[in-house]
């Protein structure tokens, strides 16, 4: 939540900050290629110093932010949401299903290994199980169906 227009790959306006303090790692600060169409709807927010800024300016708290703001839409859409953690979970595995490469994905997350992001963030789908579970299934059943056939 703590965003600062000066993370993102694009002309920040002459107010924005251009440096943010207390990151967790060096590998958090980094710029992002925001699209265009984002982009604008980033700049309908106001000018200042943050992206997502209280009504004062400040950084949103993100607890507040996830009661205020996200629970309540959430609720009415009918999404059960954890945390915020969800939205990195939703992030890494949708980007693995339209084929972004690994490493651009574990460059979103902010961490250098690219094993971490996937075996923590990225989740299969029914879908994608399916197939795998079909092929033991297959090689199973002929076992089974002879077995039943004896019997």
Known sequence: MQTPYSQFDFPAPPDALLGIDDLKTRRSERDFPVPLVLM????????????????A??????????????????????????????????????????????????????????EFTSEVYDHASVEEMREPLSAIADQLLPSVTKIEIVK
């Open 40 to 55: 604008s709807k980033i700049e309908n927010l106001g000018a200042g110093d943050w992206v997502f800024r209280s009504r």
């Open 57 to 114: 300016g400040t950084p949103l708290n993100p607890g507040n932010a996830m009661k205020r703001l996200v629970r309540p839409i959430a609720d009415e859409l009918g999404i059960q949401m954890g945390g915020w953690q969800d939205f990195r979970h939703t992030l890494s595995t949708t980007m693995r299903r339209n084929n972004v490469h690994r490493k651009g994905i574990s460059g979103t997350r902010g961490y250098s290994k690219i």
